[in-house]
């Protein structure tokens, strides 16, 4: 549970409620989640671990660095993150917002970053709806001229 004060300190960061940066923590920790499911899924558990175990930021920021580095080159190289897992890149917002809480609140920080580790471990099921989601979007995209 994050402190009213330190609800208070990002909302006046961000300009906003403490009630609407509350929700925006808890999809920041959602996306984060997604896109750390996909590493499980494809068996690889170390980032998940890592930031379970994490003691400081540093140990945060350089382990989502490397999930997010490999996240987008390989879905830039139109890859896999193993034979069926695409990757998938948490929103900028999400990991500026995360990064945020750990600066205003190392404790708070760290117990968010291990609830995204946490949900990542459940979500296999969910992830692969999501993989043909993306799928279906892709392939709509492709059929109507890619406009991005």
């Known amino acids: 549970m994050i402190s009213a004060y330190v609800l208070g300190v990002l909302a006046a960061r961000y300009g906003a409620k403490e009630d609407e940066v509350a929700q925006m923590l808890r999809e920041a920790i959602e996306d984060i989640a997604r896109m750390l499911s996909r590493f499980?899924?494809?068996?690889?558990?170390?980032?998940?671990?890592?930031?379970?175990?994490?003691?400081g930021r540093e140990v945060v920021s350089?382990?989502?660095?490397?999930?997010?580095?490999?996240?987008e080159s390989t879905r830039k190289a139109g890859r896999t993150l193993d034979?069926?897992?695409?990757?998938?890149?948490?929103?900028?917002?999400?990991?500026?917002?995360?990064?945020?809480?750990?600066?205003?609140?190392?404790?708070?920080?760290?117990?968010?970053?291990?609830?995204?580790?946490?949900?990542?471990?459940?979500?296999?099921?969910?992830?692969?709806?999501?993989?043909?989601?993306?799928?279906?979007?892709?392939?709509?995209e492709e059929a109507g001229g890619g406009g991005k």
């Open 83 to 140: 034979e069926n897992v695409r990757p998938y890149v948490a929103k900028e917002s999400s990991v500026r917002l995360l990064l945020d809480l750990l600066d205003v609140d190392l404790v708070s920080g760290l117990e968010a970053v291990k609830r995204a580790a946490i949900l990542a471990l459940t979500r296999k099921e969910r992830a692969k709806e999501e993989e043909e989601e993306e799928k279906a979007e892709e392939a709509k």
């Open 62 to 71: 350089a382990t989502l660095y490397e999930a997010l580095r490999i996240s």
């Open 40 to 55: 499980v899924w494809a068996g690889q558990y170390s980032f998940v671990d890592r930031l379970a175990n994490a003691a």
